[in-house]
C-alpha cells in the first residue's frame, strides 16, 4: 500500500539513531563510497600515506567520481577486523548514514535499513531539521552528537563499550512496544477499515482463528490483562468474555489490532501486520529477551488457569 501524500514527512516527529562503530554498513553487496580529492587527503593522512599513494592502492574512478574500493568479499578497503581504520576520518558518504534520502523514502524502508544496522532507533534523537540537513550532504548534527554520550541507552552486538544490559530488559522492551502500537493506531485510518465489534474474530472454535504472539507481546498482554480468564474455555483467548468483548483491549497482541473484517477497500490487514510483526521480532534481540511465536492458548496455558 502507497501512503497518501501529506504536509509533513513520516519522520516529522524525529528519529533515533546513535553509530556503535560495528562496521555492517561497510560490507555486504557491491557499493560506492564517494570521496572528494579534499576527503582522500584527510583520509590518507589518518592512514599515515601521501595524497598520490592512497589514491593509488585504495581509491578507484566511476565515470566522473571517485570512490573508495572494495574487497572481492564486499568490504570497504578501510575495513579490518569488523572496524573502520579511518572512523574519525571517514568521508562525508558515511558520516550522513543512514540519513540517506532512499533510506527515508518511508518508514519500510528505514526498517528494512534496520535489519543490518544495529544503531538505527537507539540513542539521540534527531528533528525534523537535523534529519534533512544530514540528508542534503551536511554531517554536523551527526557528528555534534557523537561528541557527546548518547541521549537514551545504547546496545550492540558488536561494540564492547555498548554492552547489553544482563537478563531480560522487560521496561525497555513495554515501552517500544507501546510506541511501535501508538505508531500503529495512527496509520490504521489510512487503510480505512472497519470493526463492528461482534467478536467473531475471538471465537477461534465457531470460525476456526489461531491468535499467535511472540514472546514480548504475550508478556505484554497479560500483564495488561484482568487476573482471572473472562471465561471458563481454555480453547479461547482469555480475555474474551461474555458478551463476545475483549476484556484486555489495552494489552492486546498485534494481530488483534490489524485483524478486520472485509471489505478492505486500501489494502489487506495482513500487508500492514508483516511490517510491524517484524519490528516486534527484531525487539527480542534488542531487548534481551529470547523470541518464541506461540498460539495465545499456548501461552495462557503456560500460565495456569488465570493469567
Known amino acids: 500500500m502507497t501512503s497518501e501524500p501529506h504536509d509533513e514527512p513520516w519522520y516529522a516527529d524525529g528519529l533515533r539513531f546513535r553509530c556503535t562503530a560495528c562496521g555492517q554498513c561497510c560490507t555486504g553487496e557491491p557499493g560506492h563510497v564517494w570521496v572528494t580529492p ?111 554520550a548518547p541521549e537514551t541507552p545504547v546496545f550492540s552486538r558488536f561494540n564492547p563499550d555498548y554492552p547489553r544490559p544482563e537478563g531480560p530488559d522487560w521496561d525497555g522492551a513495554f515501552e517500544a512496544l507501546e510506541a511501535l502500537y501508538a505508531e500503529l493506531a495512527e496509520e490504521l485510518p489510512r487503510w480505512e477499515f472497519t470493526c463492528s465489534a461482534s467478536g467473531n474474530c475471538c471465537d477461534f472454535d465457531a470460525y476456526g482463528h489461531r491468535l499467535y504472539a511472540s514472546t514480548i507481546e504475550a508478556e505484554y498482554f497479560f500483564r495488561n490483562a484482568p487476573a482471572e480468564r473472562a471465561n471458563d474455555d481454555e480453547r479461547q483467548c482469555p480475555a474474551w468474555g461474555p458478551d463476545r468483548l475483549c476484556k484486555a483491549r489495552e494489552g492486546r497482541m498485534l494481530g488483534c489490532r490489524t485483524y478486520f473484517c472485509p471489505p478492505y477497500p486500501r489494502g489487506v490487514p495482513q500487508d500492514l501486520h508483516e511490517g510491524y510483526d517484524r519490528r516486534i521480532k527484531a525487539l527480542h534481540e534488542r531487548f534481551g529477551i529470547p523470541y518464541e511465536y506461540r498460539d495465545v492458548i499456548a501461552w495462557a496455558a503456560e500460565r495456569g488457569s488465570g493469567n
Request: glycine residues 6%.
Open 38 to 148: 579534499q576527503e582522500i587527503k584527510r583520509i590518507a593522512k589518518a592512514r599515515g600515506l601521501s595524497k598520490n599513494a592512497f589514491r593509488q592502492r585504495f581509491v578507484r574512478r566511476v565515470g566522473k567520481r571517485l570512490s573508495l574500493k572494495e574487497r572481492e568479499n564486499g568490504d570497504c578497503c578501510m575495513l579490518k577486523d569488523g572496524k573502520c581504520t579511518v572512523y574519525a576520518a571517514k568521508p562525508q558518504r558515511c558520516s550522513t548514514f543512514p540519513f540517506w534520502e532512499p533510506v527515508l523514502t518511508d518508514r519500510e524502508e528505514w526498517e528494512e535499513t534496520k535489519e543490518r544496522c544495529e544503531g538505527i532507533d537507539q540513542g539521540d534523537l534527531y528533528t525534523r531539521e537535523e534529519i534533512e540537513r544530514i540528508r542534503d550532504g551536511d554531517p554536523e548534527p551527526m557528528l555534534a552528537k557523537h561528541r557527546r
